[in-house]
């Protein structure tokens, strides 16, 4: 299990900026406090996220990228976006209504929805599946959004409730 998910969380961080001459990369932070680690260890999934803060000489400023991993404990295979939901559209259209509202950190705009990406970062949490969205810099890289089960548990395919929210 911790081997599979160290892999995974390695793989999230291959598709971001590496350290090269023209790129320095360190540990990065969120608004909220979220930083890289563990997120949840529970009976059902274990869970991650990898933010990393990376700038490029000659660029304004720097930027953060962000990678989530979700490992079934039963199974120590990943659990992604596709495993989730029933059907795709219709979480894609709930959920982006959903998330303006729940935002309390009132950083979302309307239109940091529309792109068809907004499911790709999410984690499990106790009380709901928490979204991380990609917002301009000036509003902090990402807005993270708790979606409360309750008001996504029809979405989930047959399974993924009682798997994510295992204690």
Do not use: C
Request: aromatic fraction near 6%; hydrophobic fraction near 40%.
């Amino acid at each position: 299990m911790t081997n599979r998910f160290n892999s995974a969380m390695r793989a999230s961080l291959a598709g971001m900026p590496q350290p090269s001459p023209e790129t320095s990369v360190d540990d990065g932070a969120l608004p909220g406090g979220h930083r890289s680690g563990v997120t949840r260890i529970g009976a059902g999934a274990i869970a991650g996220r990898l933010v990393v803060l990376w700038y490029s000489k000659g660029a304004a400023h720097p930027n953060q990228n962000l990678g989530t991993v979700v490992i079934a404990t039963g199974t120590a295979q990943p659990v992604t976006v596709d495993d989730l939901y029933r059907d795709r559209a219709a979480a894609l259209d709930r959920i982006r209504k959903l998330l303006p509202e729940s935002d309390s950190s009132k950083r979302l705009d309307p239109r940091d929805v529309d792109d068809d990406r907004i499911l790709d970062h999410w984690l499990p949490t106790a009380t709901g599946l928490e979204f991380y969205i990609g917002v301009p810099h000036a509003a902090g890289d990402f807005v993270s959004v708790l979606v409360p089960w309750d008001r996504i548990a029809d979405l989930l395919r047959p399974g993924v409730l009682d798997l994510l929210r295992a204690d």
